[in-house]
């Protein structure tokens, strides 16, 4: 079980390190394909297309598991143990295939982060100078309450002191002294 997991985190980042280096030339994709296409099937130039970049799940899964199935068959000749087994030969196609997946996630993240970089500084700055007006905007309200809650205890308690008797002077209107 530990060597399946170290498998499939090198498997990982195998599949980073694959996506990453098809990103930069895909010279072995374009050589298979002019070796096996005819001269109108085959791609333009201007293609960055390779066995992992820039293509479907079923080719992809189709490309690494021929991949890992050629590196099997060498080992296999290679060394006698019998290192390669089929959980193995699963977590190394299953973790290459999740790590083209991150690596792809994080091209295009970073391609949307330098296109919108300057827009989301401008949307950052725009925030908050908006939040500073909203600040100043409570800040004016708050102090214009204050007053008006000052003014209507100032009121209240001059109500209350015009209105106010003392205990022997309601008393004595009742009748009771």
């Known amino acids: 079980m530990t060597l399946e997991l170290i498998v499939f985190i090198a498997s990982i980042l195998f599949g980073i390190l694959l996506y990453w280096r098809e990103s930069q030339g895909n010279g072995a994709y374009r050589f298979f394909n002019k ?7 085959q791609m333009k130039p201007t ?5 992992v970049y820039q293509q479907s799940l079923l080719f992809r899964i189709v490309f690494i598991t021929f991949l890992f199935l050629i590196g099997i068959v060498i080992t296999r000749f290679l060394v006698p143990i019998g290192l390669a087994t089929i959980s193995l030969f699963s977590s190394m196609i299953i973790g290459t295939l999740i790590g083209t ?3 792809n ?3 295009k993240s970073s391609e949307v982060i330098d296109e919108k970089s300057e827009s989301i500084e401008d949307a950052f700055q725009e ?6 007006d909203f600040i100043e905007d409570l800040k004016d309200k708050g102090e214009k309450s204050f007053d008006e809650v000052e003014n209507k205890v100032d009121e209240v308690k001059k109500d ?3 209105e106010t008797k003392s ?3 309601r008393l004595k209107d009742k009748g009771l002294m």
């Open 167 to 169: 205990a022997r002077e």
């Open 35 to 41: 070796l096996l296409n005819s001269k109108e099937l």
């Open 160 to 162: 209350l002191k015009k």
């Open 105 to 107: 996630v994080v091209f």
């Open 101 to 103: 997946y991150v690596a």
């Open 127 to 132: 925030t908050i100078e908006k939040g500073k």
């Open 47 to 51: 293609d960055k297309k390779g066995f």
